[in-house]
């Protein structure tokens, strides 16, 4: 029987609609602790608007987002304990990657050389260090992934959620990034929800722990198991 003190994200029943448009319906699923769930299908499926009602940036129509145990359905963004990584990155411009990666340590109440070492040790994660003073327009497209990564990261969240966070990247470059971000995962050890339409990315990162949402994201159509 499964410990569900051992599900960090539960999904139960969440529906969103935007006027007319069903985009999500009466979906539910569990994600436990370290695991990897891929959210796999076509364009307009459902997929980023799921990962967005974890998040807190959508407000389910129906339902309820539970996160280590209590209800954040109404709760917003800063209280869900996740940490995003978007499709365009969303990095800000004017900060050099170290302050990028610093960004939401301000918040903590952490003390300053804490903060600082954080930040040192999500560099070296990333293998970033030599590159902490330079801005987002200075990097290329897998430095500025990089840095979308640790940022997310810094703040030590429950759940990573990652948006296709290649979609911008060249064929070439994705392959590499797929292989880096599944070394990063495991070595943080993080439960990590992540949304791509491409096949191969889910089973490439997910390996032998991919648990498939296929097709439109509703409760009873999506499959759930180890491949
Ligand atoms: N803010 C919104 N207003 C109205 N309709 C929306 C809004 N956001 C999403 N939708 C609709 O909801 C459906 C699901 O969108 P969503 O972005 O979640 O799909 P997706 O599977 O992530 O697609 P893609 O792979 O293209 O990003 C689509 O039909 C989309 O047009």
Redesign the pocket.
């Known amino acids: 029987m499964k410990n569900n003190k051992d599900v960090v994200v539960s999904l139960q029943g969440v529906s ?1 609609r ?2 007319d ?4 319906e009466t979906l539910s699923l569990d994600v436990r602790r370290g695991e990897l769930l891929c959210l796999l ?12 009602m974890v998040a807190g940036f ?1 407000e389910p129509s129906e339902g309820a987002v539970v996160i280590d145990g209590r209800d954040m359905t109404r709760e917003p963004p800063y209280r869900r304990d996740t940490g995003m990584v978007f ?1 365009n990155y969303a990095l800000f411009p004017h900060m050099t990657t170290a302050q990028n990666i610093a960004f939401g340590l301000e918040n903590l109440k952490w003390p300053k050389a804490d903060r600082e070492k954080r930040v040192q040790e999500m560099l070296t994660l990333v293998e970033l260090a030599h590159l902490s003073d330079r801005l987002p327009a200075q990097l290329s497209g897998g430095q500025q992934q990089r840095v979308a990564l640790a940022r997310a990261l810094a703040m030590r969240p429950a759940v990573l959620l990652l ?2 966070p290649f979609s911008n990247l060249d064929a070439q470059l994705r392959v590499r990034m797929r292989e880096e971000l599944r070394d990063v995962i495991r070595k943080v050890e993080i439960t990590t929800i992540f ?1 791509t ?1 491409d096949q191969e990315e889910a089973l490439m990162l997910s390996g032998s722990h991919l648990r498939h949402e296929q097709g439109k ?1 509703r409760a009873g159509r999506h499959t759930s198991g180890h491949l």
Do not use: F, I, N
């Not at 448009?21 to 999500?24: E, G, I, L, P, Y």
């Not at 299908?41 to 967005?52: A, N």
């Open positions: 969103k935007y006027g448009v069903t985009a999500v299908g076509p364009s307009g499926c459902g997929k980023t608007t799921t990962l967005r959508v499709q948006d296709e949304v339409h994201a």
